[in-house]
């Protein structure tokens, strides 16, 4: 009886601990099903080799080691037993082993133990308990459990759901009250393909020279990241709250607009970012739009004009609505006039068409970051701000961590590792292109792409030559189109050095790099991307 505890509890325990690199991925997925299953599916022949195998191998044991003994021991009892100790001391030993060297191995955003994640393990584990009583009643040996604790783990995630998006309401609910509270509260939206984080600290920060001004962190853009920040930050004295929205979905913008009921709705850009949840850019556009069509009849909408769909989204709008980033004579709100950049930063002369215009500099680099900054002053020049405190404001803006930010040492990096799509990899190269000495490259491409992912990484190579000297490409399979387009597009392969992962392109970097010399780090994948 002792001994079919401790299979029974050993089996249960396990499988639990090797579930931790799943729960993992699952909270990396933002504990999103569809996004987890892409994961199993990626990475089906590693689950295959660790998980299953131990399982599997344990499994066969239970059932054919006491064949075997049986050639050395007569006594029939002896043999069971003994061959299901030497089962379960291997098992535990094997188990022990992955899961320490698993824990062991370097992560750049670590599993965050939150509430919702202890909600989940107290599910796994009854679970794991109940499937492996289940096993035993059965006769089957109960270590055939460790092979399935990736698809457990996904089990205990939809058995969960409910009691997670009723949790999720009460919070949701709680913020819509507090806003319901304010209701001078100035609340502004913003969403984008891209460019939706670093529009949001430009306008905070040229806000803050005339009102107080509340901003959703980081990249806080879901509904449960934003309720968080409602219901823990706003304060009586907040005149303002930004709202950044992210999606992934069709829906989900609406659904936070349920949650904040912005009067001024911002729309950065429309592009090829998470195709593969989307489907197709015209399903993205439409997403984005959602912030449009949410805001009030005295609301009003500020559009990038970037000569395809936010100008034909702008075209279709309804109500009071403003173009920023085109020239007078097309009719835009707010523009650039006399642009000069180098590697220190940008010089700007800012036009509105109320007659302001005003000279501005910022340290951010790259056009890109030029025209998130003249959505946000079209949007504060609405809101009463003068031309002089909108440059001001200007000059106050620091780059975003991650987001083609400068750091000068013996190397000159450029750090635009937060996240890829192709005009920011097209928009970061132009940026490296104009650095004196030698310039490296060091990328694992975009992800996220859908079915033009390979077309778009391929052109990512054929855009390099002329504007890199060396490209260290990151992880062999994803960044095979890269290459490909690279040496296509005539880049001296001889400089092309393809690494497994980024600790070896660091290794790789220290080697090669020398003072003079500009990196550009241009994206980072999160480990449920890693190869």
Not at 24 to 43: F, I, K, T, V
Not at 386 to 406: C, D, F
Request: glycine content about 8%; proline content about 4%.
């Amino acid at each position: 009886m002792v001994l079919t505890i401790l299979e029974v509890l050993a089996a249960a325990v396990c499988c639990a601990l090797a579930a931790r690199r799943d729960i993992h991925m699952l909270q990396l997925e933002s504990y999103q099903l569809p996004g987890y299953r892409r994961w199993l599916a990626r990475n089906r022949e590693y689950l295959l080799k660790h998980d299953v195998s131990i399982g599997l191998i344990a499994t066969v044991a239970g059932w054919y080691l006491p064949v075997i003994l049986s050639m050395i021991i007569s006594v029939e009892s002896t043999r069971n037993a003994c061959s299901r100790w030497i089962v379960l001391t291997l098992f535990v030993f094997a188990a022990a082993m992955q899961v320490s060297a698993e824990a062991k191995q370097p992560q750049k955003k670590p599993l965050v133990y939150t509430r919702r994640v202890i909600r989940l393990y107290v599910v796994l584990g009854a679970v794991c308990l109940l499937c492996s009583i289940a096993l035993k009643l059965l006769g089957v040996p109960t270590y055939l459990l460790y092979a399935l604790p990736s698809y457990l783990v996904m089990l205990c995630a939809k058995i969960a759901e409910p009691m997670e998006n009723h949790i999720n309401h009460g919070f949701f609910t709680a913020a819509q009250k507090r806003l319901a509270e304010c209701p001078d509260l100035i609340k502004i939206g913003i969403t984008g393909s891209y460019g939706k984080t670093s529009t949001k600290f430009a306008l905070r920060e040229i806000l803050s020279q005339k009102y107080r001004v509340l901003a959703s962190p980081a990249s806080f853009n879901t509904p449960m990241g934003l309720s968080r920040v409602i219901n823990e930050q706003l304060r009586a004295e907040h005149q303002v709250f930004i709202a950044e929205m992210g999606a992934r979905h069709k829906g989900d913008i609406r659904e936070l607009c349920q949650l904040v009921h912005p009067k001024y709705g911002m729309l950065t850009s429309v592009g090829p970012q998470h195709l593969e949840t989307f489907g197709s850019i015209d399903n993205i556009a439409s997403t984005k739009y959602e912030l449009i069509d949410a805001l009030p009849d005295d609301g009003e909408a500020f559009f990038a004009s970037d000569g395809a769909y936010v100008d034909r989204l702008f075209a279709l709008c309804g109500k009071k609505k403003f173009r920023t980033g085109g020239d007078a004579d097309r009719k835009s709100y707010m523009w650039v006039d006399k642009l000069e950049m180098n590697q220190r930063g940008s010089q700007f002369t800012l036009m509105c068409a109320d007659g302001g215009e005003i000279r501005c500099r910022t340290k951010l680099l790259g056009r890109h970051n030029i025209q998130n900054i003249t959505l946000a002053a079209a949007v504060a020049r609405r809101l009463g701000l003068s031309m002089e405190e909108i440059a001001i404001g200007i000059t106050k803006i620091q780059p975003v961590e991650h987001r083609l930010q400068l750091i000068r040492g013996a190397l000159t990096v450029i750090d635009d590792a937060f996240n890829s799509n192709p005009s920011g990899c097209q928009e970061a190269l132009q940026v490296l292109s104009g650095f004196p000495g030698r310039r490296i490259v060091v990328t694992p491409g975009m992800v996220e792409q859908g079915e033009r992912e390979e077309e778009l990484n391929y052109a990512f190579g054929t855009q390099m030559k002329g504007c890199a000297d060396i490209a260290i490409l990151v992880g062999p399979k994803h960044t095979l189109p890269i290459f490909r387009g690279m040496s296509d597009s005539g880049f001296a392969m001889g400089n092309v050095h393809v690494v497994k992962d980024l600790n070896e392109a660091t290794t790789l970097l220290g080697q090669l790099g020398g003072a003079g010399d500009t990196v550009l780090f241009e994206n980072d994948l999160p480990d449920n991307y890693s190869e």
